[in-house]
């Protein structure tokens, strides 16, 4: 039986009247890339928060590597890394130094601080921008510089949120590629995401999200069943087949205004 990387148990989260995460029990596999999938709105952000130490929830556990998030947080920050959604990063940084600080707050040492910051800026092409304060680095560039800083530990486990929204091809196809490496070397990616080609060409285990509650977990041969895609899967788990889009607005479209 494969090991869990991550163990949720009854995880809620309420914001006033709103449940964003109802009752979640939850395990993820180590060494897999892993998507957790679902519709704007479904609790993906607010879970990952949860699970990474950055948000409190109301019940339930967490466990990340046999570690308990809330019981043993030193522990569990120094296995993982995190590109949370709205990255924000020290912007009066050049992007080494932001990684040379980054390690040193990790308690590495120095000179290997540099060695990985030298190869993560190398291999997410930055190298030529390393001297350029993070202030004036573009979308595709906080992303990947965030994702260097969040793998320079080296990390067990790593939790993106959205890692591709906003990025351009080029920097999506040197991301996919860093991370294809991390999992081939037994690592695990926990990824959200609500863009499903994306996640059927890059995952192995899928969790799908709606409404605070999991619909469906398990490989993703599994999950898709016998639909053509995951799309077709995830629009019925969701409750989405049957929506017709634009019944009602017959007014729109046809030329001139009226």
Same mark, same amino acid.
């Given at each position: 039986?494969?090991?869990?990387?991550?163990?949720?148990?009854?995880?809620?989260?309420? /914001?006033?009247?709103?449940?964003?995460?109802?009752?979640?029990?939850?395990?993820?596999?180590? =060494?897999? /890339?892993?998507?957790?999938?679902?519709?704007?709105?479904?609790?993906?952000?607010?879970?990952?928060?949860?699970?990474?130490?950055?948000?409190?929830?109301?019940?339930?556990?967490?466990?990340?590597?046999?570690?308990?998030?809330?019981?043993?947080?030193?522990?569990?920050?120094?296995?993982?890394?995190?590109?949370?959604?709205?990255?924000?990063?020290?912007?009066?940084?050049?992007?080494?130094?932001?990684?040379?600080?980054?390690?040193?707050?990790?308690?590495?040492? =120095?000179?290997?601080?540099?060695?990985?910051?030298?190869?993560?800026?190398?291999?997410?092409?930055?190298?030529?921008?390393?001297?350029?304060?993070?202030?004036?680095?573009?979308?595709?560039?906080?992303?990947?510089?965030?994702?260097?800083?969040?793998?320079?530990?080296?990390?067990?486990?790593?939790?993106?949120?959205?890692? /591709?929204?906003?990025?351009?091809?080029?920097?999506?196809?040197?991301?996919?590629?860093?991370?294809?490496?991390?999992?081939?070397?037994?690592?695990?990616?926990? /990824?959200?995401?609500?863009?499903?080609?994306?996640?059927?060409?890059?995952?192995?285990?899928?969790?799908?999200?709606?409404?605070?509650?999991?619909?469906?977990?398990?490989?993703?041969?599994?999950?898709?069943?016998?639909?053509?895609?995951?799309?077709?899967?995830?629009?019925?788990?969701?409750?989405?087949?049957?929506?017709?889009?634009?019944?009602?607005?017959?007014?729109?479209?046809?030329?001139?205004?009226?």
């Amino acid at each position: 039986m494969t090991n869990a990387a991550v163990r949720i148990r009854g995880l809620w989260k309420r /914001f006033g009247e709103q449940v964003a995460v109802g009752g979640i029990d939850l395990e993820l596999p180590a =060494g897999k /890339f892993i998507g957790l999938v679902g519709p704007n709105g479904a609790g993906k952000t607010t879970t990952l928060s949860m699970v990474t130490g950055l948000l409190r929830p109301d019940e339930g556990t967490v466990e990340v590597v046999g570690h308990d998030v809330w019981r043993d947080p030193v522990a569990v920050k120094a296995r993982i890394g995190v590109l949370p959604e709205g990255l924000r990063l020290f912007e009066r940084l050049s992007g080494r130094e932001l990684l040379g600080y980054t390690g040193r707050l990790r308690g590495l040492p =120095g000179a290997e601080v540099d060695k990985r910051a030298t190869q993560l800026l190398d291999v997410l092409d930055l190298a030529g921008s390393q001297h350029k304060l993070v202030v004036d680095y573009s979308t595709g560039m906080r992303k990947k510089i965030g994702l260097a800083a969040a793998l320079l530990h080296n990390p067990e486990v790593l939790f993106l949120d959205e890692p /591709f929204e906003g990025v351009d091809p080029v920097s999506a196809q040197t991301i996919r590629g860093v991370l294809e490496r991390y999992t081939a070397s037994g690592a695990t990616v926990v /990824f959200s995401s609500h863009v499903m080609e994306l996640v059927e060409s890059l995952c192995d285990w899928v969790a799908v999200l709606a409404a605070g509650r999991i619909r469906a977990a398990g490989p993703l041969a599994e999950v898709r069943g016998a639909h053509p895609t995951l799309q077709d899967a995830f629009l019925e788990l969701v409750g989405a087949n049957g929506r017709q889009a634009g019944s009602d607005l017959d007014w729109l479209g046809g030329g001139a205004p009226r």
